[in-house]
């Protein structure tokens, strides 16, 4: 027996030397990068040839470090630490104004409606020149967003362009509450839609607040849209979860490496309808905290998903705050929904010297629903009902986020003083054939990563005096490809459309006319009022 006692002690003792050794190890290790880096950047400093920006080049250091793990692993400097409380709460102190800064350009995207950008004149498309007195080509983006915001009630000076005249405008800034339900309606046969962009703070109050007048309106079956939502909060998940399935009822578990940072998340109130029939709509762009409440609702059968497969972000992140008013958004666990289904799509931990991401084998496992109905994990929320749609081709991902595609929907505002209302406004092949015309003589605002690598290509033989012949050749190839480029939006001609119809409708009508047009034309809404308007069906789907 005195033997056995200390074969275990000795095992014992082994296993805490090991695990002591390994910490003391990864400890000498942490430290000696740090003296390693502290020792590089105090050198760098002193002695390299040019002044030198020790803020930037280590925010930069800090960030490449950071983006090897995974996108959502970040780190926050001061103004970034104000934008992820704006992100949260949904409140901040400001002009109203989404805006795009490039090449050293600050445009307004998009204004929200009865902000104090609106009361002044500002219109999308306008470029900031000047805030206050300060030019707004000397700064980056991050210190842009801060000379843009303020305290409310204080004014703020800018000098902007507009159709290639300038003018000046003074704004008086305001408290700007972002809603996460910028629109909700009654449609037909008493069918209640609520639109749905983010879950901050105010996520629940305001889906809750939509719900109960919805039903004061006579709604019957219910429609969340949660396209393109990136999600947010995960208690918001949660509470708005629980609006629909019983009290201590499991949401979503979360499994961290340090086990504090693990647990589990029940509904903790009493339902509002456990009854009403619901539609939840999810796209490619439906992630997080959008996936939570999806595929929570599906996996207790409590709803109908339609649409495209989601995202597939398995991933939680927590803040946690560094020196000098600095925080680190980091990942700390992956969640996983009631059935038991993570539905992260992308493993980063095998990341490849080149960049790219393996996806997890267990988007091939199954698991089963409430009902027995199955599920998939892995590669995001599978819907019950596809909408099936083309692929987007890189072309079209391009076209969507060039500077041409939105001057072109600039142009339109100005060329047309009023459009019909949004329940009547469709596009048509017409405009669509108008907005190549557009696009060909705006080729240098819509350019694709194959025209940008030709571009390089040709810089370089020409420095290094290769070029000869290789002119005349490289502009045959280029209007070869240009040619090409076209044909490849031909196959997104739907999609791409509906985009300039919203990014046209936003002009006149803010987002909130955008819902507008989309309950009346958008073939997920419909499908799902079909689908809600025919009970056989609808608890077919759902296991009924």
Known sequence: MGKIKKWI???????TLLVTTAFQSDFFEIAKQIDIYTTLFKELNMYY???VNPAKLSNKAISSMLESLDPYTRYYDEQGVEDARIAATGEYGGIGVVTRYKNNNLTIRELLKNSPAEKAGMKPGDRILKINDVEVKDFDETGVAALLNGLPNTKVNLQIERQNKKTELSVTREKIT????PYYTMLANEVGYISFTTFNEKAAYEVKKAFLDLKEQGMKKLIIDVRGNPGGL???????ANFFIPKDKIVVTTKAKIEKWSDTFKTLQTPMDLEIPVAILINNRSASASEILAG?????????????RSFGKGLVQRYLPLSYGTQMKITISKYYTPSGRCIQELDYTKTDDKGNVPKFSESTQTYKTEKGRTVYGGGGIFPDVEIEKPKTTKTTEALLNSDAFFNYATQ???????IAEPSKFKLTDADYVSLKNYLAKNQAAFETKTEAEFKKALETASAENLNGNASKSYSDLLTAVQQEKFKELD????????NLSEEIIKRYYYAEGVYQQKAIFDNV???AVSILNNEKEYGKIIGQ
């Open 412 to 418: 339109y505002f100005y060329e047309n003083a009023k």
């Open 178 to 181: 972002v809603n996460p339900v």
């Open 234 to 240: 995960l208690n918001e998940a949660v509470s708005i």
């Open 9 to 15: 002690l000795g095992v014992l003792v082994g296993l």
């Open 525 to 527: 809404i419909l499908k």
């Open 491 to 498: 196959k997104n001609k739907e999609e791409i459309i509906n």
């Open 49 to 51: 040839i040019d002044a």
């Open 296 to 308: 929570s609702l599906q996996d207790y059968d409590r709803a109908v998903i339609i649409g495209e």
